[in-house]
C-alpha cells in the first residue's frame, strides 16, 4: 500500500537543522499513518546536506532523498518532491524549523474534515520576526492582495498540504519562493476551497536564511509580475533529478 502522506523537505545548505526537522516530523506523520514517508530535496547544497540526508535515509525506510547536482531553486525542489512522492496527500515545509511540526498532524485533520482542496498554515505570532523580515512580510503580502486579487493573508508561508491531483492540476511554474504564494493564486483564482491553520512561528537559530537575500527578493517579485501578466514560465528546462534508492 502507498503510504497516505508524503511530506517534501527543500533543502539547500541546511546540514545545522536537517537531522532535527527529520526527528520533529517523524511522530506528526506517524499520527497520520504509520506508513508515513518524508522526501528531503537536497537542491544542489554545498555544506553536507547531502551526504547526511543519505544517512538518515539510509537508517530509516520512511525517507528517500532527491539530489540536484546544482541549486536551482525552492519551487524546482518542490516539483522534484512530489513528482518522486508515492502518496495521494502531499505537503511541505522547509529544513529550518518554522514551525512545531505537530502542526502537520492539524493540517491533516482539517483536510479531511472539511474535504478542502488546500490547507496552509498562518503564522500567529508574527511579531517575533524582526522588523526588517516584517516589512518585507507585509509588504509582499499586500503586493500579492493588489496584483492577484488574492485576499488572503501570510501567502508565503511554507506549509501546505493538499492532495497530489491538487497539486498536479495547479502546474507551477515559479523557480524559485514565488511558488507558495502561485499556488494560493491559482486556487483562489480557481474557486477551491483554502483551509488555513494557525501555527506558532519559531525564528531560525541555526544557518543562513537566503529568502531575504536581495536576489531571493527581486527573484520572487519578478516571478509575480510575470505570473500576472501570464507569462511565468520555469527559466530552465527540467531535469531529471537522482534520487538516493529507498
Do not use: C
Not at 508574527?126 to 523580515?133: A, D, K
Not at 512561528?201 to 537575500?213: D, I, L, N
Not at 517579485?221 to 530552465?236: A, S
Amino acid at each position: 500500500m502507498p503510504p497516505a502522506v508524503s511530506l517534501v523537505l527543500p533543502a539547500f545548505n541546511e546540514v545545522e537543522n536537517l537531522e532535527d526537522a527529520v526527528a520533529q516530523a517523524r511522530g506528526p506523520l506517524a499520527a497520520i499513518d504509520p506508513g508515513w514517508e518524508l522526501l528531503i530535496v537536497d537542491d544542489g547544497s554545498t555544506d553536507g546536506t547531502g551526504p547526511l540526508a543519505d544517512r538518515i535515509a539510509a537508517a530509516d525506510p520512511h525517507v528517500r532523498v532527491v539530489h540536484h547536482a546544482e541549486n536551482r531553486g525552492k519551487g524546482v525542489a518542490l516539483r522534484s518532491g512530489v513528482a518522486a512522492a508515492r502518496s495521494p496527500v502531499v505537503g511541505w515545509t522547509d529544513a529550518d524549523l518554522p514551525f512545531d511540526m505537530e502542526a502537520l498532524a492539524r493540517a491533516h485533520a482539517r483536510l479531511v474534515e472539511t474535504d478542502a482542496d488546500l490547507v496552509a498554515g498562518i503564522r500567529t505570532n508574527r511579531e517575533q520576526y524582526s522588523l526588517r523580515r516584517r516589512v518585507l512580510s507585509g509588504g509582499y503580502n499586500a503586493l500579492v492582495r493588489a496584483l492577484l486579487g488574492v485576499p488572503l493573508d501570510d501567502v508565503g508561508f511554507a506549509l501546505k498540504l493538499m492532495r497530489r491531483a491538487t497539486f498536479e492540476r495547479a502546474a507551477l511554474q515559479s523557480d524559485g519562493g514565488f511558488i507558495d504564494a502561485e499556488l494560493m493564486a491559482w486556487a483562489h483564482r480557481q474557486g477551491l476551497t483554502i483551509e488555513r491553520v494557525g501555527v506558532t512561528f519559531t525564528p531560525r537559530v541555526r544557518g543562513t536564511s537566503t529568502m531575504a537575500e536581495p536576489a531571493s527578493v527581486a527573484g520572487i517579485l519578478r516571478d509575480l509580475v510575470l505570473f500576472r501578466l501570464g507569462r511565468l514560465r520555469p527559466r530552465r528546462p527540467a531535469r531529471i533529478p537522482r534520487e538516493t534508492p529507498a
